[in-house]
T-cell receptor
């Protein structure tokens, strides 16, 4: 099956620093990847859609200058949380899928970010 | 607009019994897919089962089956012979023909299997 990896799996940083999270599709090419944010005991909230070679599409209410997304290749998308604050502490999950209606999205294992 | 509703925030089931997790949806897309994912405490999202809107038969995958009632816009997940390892959050999701690859998730149901 298709595998999506995320790195790091967890990160603790000081307030004001920037954190980069990588999402890789290991055995398939993903023209589109998605970034989600999940608070404890809540559902996944889509933050942005990352398209290879073009700008990401952000959901309403998501600050594009704070959450920088780069999809430089068909197997790698990165999310950078800039000037992180404690309220940015959350579980960040990426996913990738093959372009067909019946195909599920394959999720990365997630990155737990804690901002002190 | 797409909307997924899961009305059961928490469910309990006795080990070896069956349990049904509810999911209703709303969409204007003529063609769509419905998915169920399991999220254990580790956080990973595990794909369980898929149902296409034009599929004539209900989907089944091992102990998982999807009770698809198109007219009622419901796609309930049935887990048979529950196991302790089934304790997790379960999310219903939908993807529509006109929304590309974007998934819409329900709020989830926390399932606890009691020994």
């Amino acid at each position: 099956g298709a595998v999506v990896s995320q790195h790091p799996s967890w990160v603790i940083c000081k307030s004001g620093t920037s954190v980069k999270i990588e999402c890789r599709s290991l055995d398939f090419q993903a023209t589109t990847m998605f970034w989600y944010r999940q608070f404890p005991k809540q559902s996944l909230m889509l933050m942005a859609t990352s398209n290879e070679g073009s700008k990401a599409t952000y959901e309403q209410g998501v600050e594009k200058d704070k959450f920088l997304i780069n999809h430089a290749s068909l197997t790698l998308s990165t999310l950078t949380v800039t000037s992180a604050h404690p309220e940015d502490s959350s579980f960040y999950i990426c996913s990738a899928g093959i372009l067909a209606l019946g195909n599920e999205q394959f999720f990365g294992p997630g990155t737990r970010l804690t901002v002190l | 607009a797409q909307k997924i509703t899961q009305t059961q925030p928490g469910m309990f089931v006795q080990e070896k019994e069956a349990v049904t997790l509810d999911c209703t949806y709303d969409t204007s897309d003529p063609s769509y897919g419905l998915f169920w994912y399991k999220q254990p405490s580790s956080g990973e999202m595990i794909f369980l089962i898929y149902q296409g809107s034009y599929d004539q038969q209900n989907a089944t995958e091992g102990r998982y089956s999807l009770n698809f009632q198109k007219a009622r816009k419901s796609a309930n997940l049935v887990i048979s012979a529950s196991q302790l390892g089934d304790s997790a959050m379960y999310f219903c999701a939908m993807r529509g023909l006109n929304t590309g690859n974007q998934f819409y998730f329900g709020t989830g149901t926390s399932l606890t299997v009691i020994p």
